[in-house]
């Protein structure tokens, strides 16, 4: 089966700190997706990454960075220097096809409030 | 421009009324699925579909249907509602269920059922 688990469930930080926000997965799958929504007081999914099982690399957009690391089935995101406006809710997604259902399998959530 | 629509984006109800939420989709997408959210839980599939007249059952069925008659529409009916399905609910799209597609999300629908 399949799982993904966000331990932290609220973060306060101070605007200008890094927060780092854990994902940890479980699935069988040798191949798979791993993916960071964040969702605004707005209540829209904003898409931030796609990661798939075979890159290991790590990424950074901007502010934003990913740590994937297989041998520890973990997926976390770092924001260097926060900004009032990352307050929102971020969820950790694992996507599965197994031909008869594409599924994404989201933690439940970590809401970060950055503080001015 | 490509894009998941649902109406209405907010509807409160009152327990037993009848009520369905549109999905519509531009893509010619073939896969559709609705997801519900709920506070500490995060979002849950609760049907999908593979294509036109191909429906299935997701983690979270119960109180709800589906119908897929065309393929840019996957309305979400609730035919008696009740308080606990109060939640914040999202149609999503991909091109296709098998293998990986991109899945692209409407902007959500928030229902209160009193």
């Known amino acids: 089966a399949q799982k993904v688990t966000q331990a932290q469930t609220e973060i306060s930080v101070v605007e200008k700190e890094d927060v780092t926000l854990d994902c940890v997965y479980e699935?069988?799958?040798?191949?798979?997706?791993l993916f960071w929504y964040k969702q605004p007081p707005s209540g829209e999914l904003v898409f931030l990454i796609r990661?798939?099982?075979?890159?290991?690399q790590n990424e950074i957009s901007g502010r934003y960075s990913w740590n994937f690391q297989k041998s520890t089935s973990s997926f976390n995101f770092t924001i260097t220097a926060s900004q009032v406006v990352d307050s929102a809710v971020y969820f950790c997604?694992?996507?599965?096809?197994?031909?008869?259902?594409?599924?994404?399998?989201f933690g439940k959530g970590i809401t970060l409030s950055v503080r001015p | 421009e490509a894009q998941v629509t649902q109406n209405p984006r907010y509807l409160i109800t009152v327990t037993g009324k009848k009520l369905t939420v549109t999905c519509s989709q531009n893509?010619?997408?073939?896969?559709m699925s609705w997801y519900r959210q709920d506070p500490g839980l995060g979002l849950r599939q609760i049907y999908y579909?593979?294509?036109?007249?191909?429906?299935d059952k997701g983690d979270v069925p119960e109180g709800y249907k589906v119908s897929r008659k065309e393929k840019r529409n996957f309305p979400l009916i609730l035919e008696s509602p009740s308080p606990n399905q109060t939640s914040l609910y999202f149609c999503?799209?991909?091109?296709?269920?098998?293998?990986?597609?991109?899945?692209?999300f409407g902007p959500g629908t928030r229902l209160t059922v009193t």
């Open positions: 999503a799209s991909s091109f296709s269920g098998t293998g990986y597609n991109e899945q692209y």
């Open positions: 699935t069988r799958d040798t191949t798979y997706y």
């Open positions: 990661r798939n099982s075979f890159d290991e």
């Open positions: 997604a694992l996507y599965r096809s197994t031909g008869a259902n594409s599924k994404l399998t």
């Open positions: 893509m010619n997408h073939e896969y």
């Open positions: 579909s593979m294509n036109v007249e191909v429906t």
